[in-house]
């Protein structure tokens, strides 16, 4: 049966290859900053949704420093009070804003976020020539976990809520920090971006019918250590 999903961050690196994987089966409606959808705007989310029903939210969308190099790179004591609450904005509250928003617009359904490895452990700063991953996008990515698992509770038993932890996905990466990363990965790579569609099609299904709340790791074994 073709399925409505809705997906977030549809024109990024992850966004574009699950958007063209879903596009193969079931109607894709995407939201993008690129595309004019501004998440952080209350007015045009819950204008949106009221319009636009499915039966699946993936969320893709967030400020990530290591994708926007326009971003300076800070250490902990020169990180900027307004740098952390953008990434709180966009990566928490905003993404609190678009679930509430489907929620409150569809009886039934299933949300899936997006964590990060960073979520649940601390970057090394050796991986990045002490030019540290940024504070903000650690902490506010641990916070989705817990979001989802507060929505997880207070959505259910009609939708589900679920949060992917993807490992670190090559793209562009210096061969110095592949190497590095592998050697701490048991799976001794980084991830392809198209070994996320499987879980995907699983939790935009009924095959997950009783899971909600889960933390699902897909990171090759980095955060084993």
Known sequence: MKRDIIITGSEGLLGKEISRYFEKQDT????????????????????WFSKN????LINCFAINDHFDKSRKKNTVLNSTLESFQDYLNV?????????????KNNKKGSIINFSSTYGIVSPKPDMYDQSHKDIGYCVSKAGVINLTKYLAVHLAPHIRVNCIVPGGVLHKQTSLFIKKYSKITPMK?????????????????????????????????????
Request: some cysteine; hydrophobic content about 40%.
């Open 53 to 56: 029903s499915a039966n699946y």
């Open 28 to 47: 894709v409606h995407k939201l993008d900053l690129t595309l004019g959808h501004d998440l952080t705007n209350e007015q045009f989310v819950k204008k």
């Open 91 to 103: 990566n928490i509250v905003s993404l609190f804003l678009v679930c509430r928003e489907f929620a």
């Open 189 to 225: 790579r980084m991830m392809k971006k198209n070994e996320l569609n499987g879980i995907l099609d699983y939790l935009c299904s009924e095959k997950s019918s009783y899971m909600t709340g889960a933390t699902i790791l897909v990171d090759g074994g980095y955060t084993i250590w």
